[in-house]
């Protein structure tokens, strides 16, 4: 345990709180900009088994915000360099690499070998597949999303606002070709980073999630707001 010294000299984490991390199996949905940076902190807490759920490959353009690709991984798929990544930092922790492309089929029998999912997807449609499966698995996700300068998070589980409570109006998009859009890489590095202490505090029981809240991050300004989110009564997910 002497790699995790300063979090167990934290009073409230201490050997229990550590051993909770250790044991927790986190299933990371998505290698790339958040991806990066969140499979990055949950390595360095010392999240015991962590699932890396991908089926793209990395590419030039990638490196400017998913720095735990190299150069070297060029053309190489995207969870295999992350599950070495992960060997080489760690060589203790649990990895699962799954090139695949989730849809609602495979999603649930995935997600019963884990305990928290984090959303580190680009597109809406993918990101409404984790929402649906949290709902009907029990299981807790965590929601990021950014764009340009600004970002996005917040936690879902079976009781809470779901997705496609406050965005219902993207909930049918069907859109399977996503064009890109700009963004650098200290957003995707705040909002990965606030997703990771997320999970964390889930792991642990330390501190206030935000369930049913939505935390608004704007680069440019440099500032967060909070928006107190409620389930939809007619929300075409979870109203069902």
């Not at 799954?98 to 849809?103: A, F, G, I, T, V």
């Not at 998070?153 to 606002?161: F, G, R």
């Not at 792991?203 to 440019?220: A, F, M, P, Q, S």
Request: proline fraction near 3%.
């Amino acid at each position: 345990m002497g790699r995790y010294e300063r979090n167990i000299l934290i009073n409230k984490i201490g050997d229990a709180g550590q051993k909770k991390i250790s044991a927790a199996r986190v299933l990371v949905c998505g290698a790339g900009g958040l991806g990066s940076t969140v499979i990055a902190n949950l390595a360095s807490l010392g999240v015991g088994h962590i699932g890396i759920v991908d089926d793209d490959i990395v590419e030039l353009s990638n490196l400017n915000r998913q720095y735990i690709h190299k150069m070297s991984s060029l053309g190489a798929d995207k969870v295999k360099s992350a599950a070495g990544w992960i060997r080489e930092f760690n060589p203790d922790i649990g990895v699962m690499p799954y090139k695949m492309r989730l849809d609602e089929k495979n999603a649930p029998e995935l997600f019963l070998n884990f305990d928290i999912i984090i959303d580190c997807f680009d597109n809406y449609r993918s990101k409404f597949i984790l929402s649906d499966t949290i709902i009907k698995t029990s299981k807790t996700l965590i929601h990021g999303g950014v764009e340009e300068f600004y970002g996005q998070v917040c936690t879902i589980d079976s009781k809470s606002a779901c997705l496609a409570c406050f965005v219902p109006e993207l909930y049918n998009c069907s859109c399977d070709i996503i064009p890109k859009k700009g963004i650098i890489s200290p957003v995707v590095s705040a909002i990965a980073s606030i997703q990771a202490m997320e999970a964390f505090k889930v792991i642990t029981g330390i501190g206030n999630t935000l369930k049913n809240t939505l935390l608004i991050y704007d680069g440019l300004s440099q500032e967060f707001r909070k928006i107190r989110l409620e389930k939809n009564k007619k929300c075409p997910s979870c109203a069902k």
